[in-house]
């Protein structure tokens, strides 16, 4: 008989409107705007971790064309160093003279460009710093740098990446 009663209460008491309507009503209007206010929030954290993202990106991305570029730069500077070397030291013997500056365009207008050194150019510098009188030895000091960038310069470009590279060679004659 208990069990019958408390059945009846509780069914009862869910579907009297009076105490639908009490109970829900405040909850509700407690709760307008919050869902709102969550969205906006997780919106704007998403948009801050996806700027911060893509600023990393943008980043690496340029140290990357940097490295290119630098390993770039490196090698014209060592190719207009070794040819730089091959004109004081021609493999014929007969020693070459020291020129105080050459130029290397390491891009030809003959279409038969180095493929990796595009955009490049080297310039070398050779000096006579001492000579040996008495054992007839020369002493040479050849510095080369090589340039390299990411295309044609313009006076506006704001995209522009250059790098350039310096080696040097101290070499005597035998």
Known sequence: MNCSLYANMSIHYQHSPENTAKSSL????????????????VIIILSLLGSALM?????????????????R????????MQAELQLLFPLNG?????????SYDLQTTSNDDIPG??????????DNYHTDT?????????TSTGEC???TMAADSLN????SRTIQVEARSL
């Open 94 to 102: 007969v020693a070459g003279s020291c020129n105080a500056t050459n």
């Open 149 to 151: 960038g990411s295309g």
């Open 26 to 41: 405040p909850y509700a209007i407690k709760q307008q705007g919050s869902a709102i206010i969550l969205a906006l929030f």
């Open 73 to 80: 730069a490196y090698m014209a500077a060592n190719s207009a």
């Open 55 to 71: 600023r990393m990106i943008s980043t690496s991305s340029e140290t990357v064309s940097q490295e290119v570029l630098g390993t």
């Open 134 to 142: 008495l054992n007839l030895v020369e002493y040479y000091r050849i």
């Open 160 to 163: 522009m990446v250059n790098s």
């Open 117 to 126: 050194l595009y955009d490049c150019s080297a310039t070398t510098s050779c």
